[in-house]
């Protein structure tokens, strides 16, 4: 297995707060790494970071991917508001949307938006090599929500690494293949499935996580 | 994503308004119409057009990466270099392209002499309001840049200043304290340039170019070095 992505020892101040203290983690070819954590957590920070989006204050990380190979999205947010959705499916030659017509993107609902952003992002699957993927089914109706997880299981087939934060517990058990759990900044725990294990994921996960917070605030 | 994609992206974000089109179209008809009128004075065209180029170059950078706008292009890489070269092409494009056919139209009008736009004087100092405005806008929004040197250039008109920094420029001798006087108006208020197209020396465009390159230079540090934090980061 190649790592595609590998932070060892990585921490990031914002003024005199800390959003990341000494997080290793590393995930590999064919390898989906969830990460959970409340709000505040230091994920979104994990994720940037990893994106080259912003830099460590300390640390070493290691990222081979091209910049073509790295795919990452932050949330429906991160989309110009102001671009009609024609153009914008056009300039990342994703299929037209005939019901969004001349809509700016803007104006569509949240869900929309995060599923057009999810498109551009995993568009081309055959040059990514590691997707970064940030609260992706937030806002997603079921069929959308289950069009994405079906995405990660081929990416992953075809040996592509992510890392996929989400408070979304059921989704993120279904498609894992091992979790972190953050808090405060920290790496508090972790879980792994066994790859023949499809049932109870979602309740080992939950009770991995509360382990996790109960062992955090002790 | 990738290199390739920076063009049509920012192309795409950076494009400017309907209203900044139609003022460019509107001042290269007035240039057109001046050919014909008054070929010999064509300093209102460009003294109006670098004020447009002032909010036209003025495209911001830091507000939409804040916003994500820019994660996609970003996302992996080892350098920005290429992407702040991109930003800055595209923002100062639209002016560029008005001011050389402003040029044209000159050169038309004057029966084939050099046109005013391509002095270097003139030609300077549009570089370095060009660079200036995109390099300031560049920690802020679209337009910052333009908001700001409207403020400074009302603000020096209503208190007589622009007059006295004028005259300092037209007045300025062939001295090294001359020299530094005419800088001084050049590098604050850069339309006096275009107004007074036989004052400066050699050294005001040399400042005007150095004044430019530290501009872009401080630009695309930025973009370079600055991590910019999600507006609701985590």
């Known amino acids: 297995m190649t790592a595609r992505c590998a932070l060892v020892g990585v921490s990031k101040r914002y003024g005199s707060q800390w959003a990341l203290r000494d997080v290793t983690l590393t995930a590999t070819s064919g390898e989906i790494v969830g990460l959970v954590g409340p709000n505040g957590a230091g994920k979104t920070t994990l994720l940037r970071i990893a994106a080259r989006l912003i830099a460590e204050q300390s640390g070493a990380v290691d990222v081979p991917s091209t910049e073509d190979g790295l795919r990452y999205f932050a949330g429906e947010r991160s989309l110009p508001a102001d671009v009609r959705v024609a153009r914008w499916r056009r300039l990342w030659t994703l299929d037209p949307d005939v019901n969004a017509g001349r809509k700016r993107i803007g104006l569509l609902s949240r869900g929309q938006r995060q599923r057009l952003g999810l498109e551009t992002v995993l568009a081309h699957p055959a040059s990514a090599t590691l997707v970064l993927l940030d609260e992706p089914w937030e806002g997603l109706d079921p069929d959308a929500a289950a069009w994405l997880s079906q995405e990660l299981r081929a990416m992953r087939t075809a040996g592509v690494a992510a890392i996929v934060s989400s408070h979304r517990i059921h989704d993120l058990a279904a498609i894992c293949d091992r979790c972190v759990f953050m808090n405060l900044g920290r790496i508090v725990g972790h879980v792994e499935f066994e790859p023949a294990v499809a049932a109870n994921r979602s309740a080992i996960l939950l009770e991995a996580f509360e382990d996790a917070r109960t062992a955090g605030a002790r | ?234």
Do not use: K
């Open chain 2, 1 to 234: 994503m990738t290199a390739r994609m920076d063009v049509p992206v920012l192309r795409l974000l950076l494009r400017p308004s309907p209203a900044m089109v139609f003022t460019m179209v509107a001042l290269v008809a007035w240039a057109g119409y001046l050919t014909v009128t008054a070929p010999d004075d064509f300093r209102g065209p460009y003294i109006v057009l670098m004020l447009c180029q002032a909010f036209a170059a003025s495209t911001g950078y830091a507000t939409r990466a804040r916003r994500g706008h820019f994660d996609q292009l970003l996302a992996g890489r080892r350098s920005r270099v290429r992407f702040a070269v991109t930003h800055v092409s595209l923002s100062t494009l639209i002016g560029a392209a008005a001011w050389l056919v402003v040029c044209l139209l000159d050169a038309i009008g004057a029966g084939g002499h050099w046109p005013l736009g391509l002095t270097p004087g003139a030609l300077s100092s549009f570089v370095y309001l060009s660079l200036l405005a995109w390099a300031m806008s560049v920690p802020f929004s679209r337009y910052s840049a333009g908001v700001l040197w409207l403020i400074v250039a009302i603000a020096l008109a209503a208190s007589g200043r622009l007059l006295a920094l004028r005259n300092s420029y037209a007045l300025a001798a062939d001295t090294w304290s001359g020299v530094w006087h005419a800088v001084g108006p050049a590098l604050v208020f850069p339309p006096i340039v275009i107004g007074e197209p036989s004052s400066p020396t050699s050294t005001v465009i040399a400042v005007l170019l150095i004044a430019a390159a530290i501009a872009i230079a401080a630009g695309m540090a930025f973009i370079s070095v600055y991590s910019l934090a999600l507006e609701d980061a985590e």
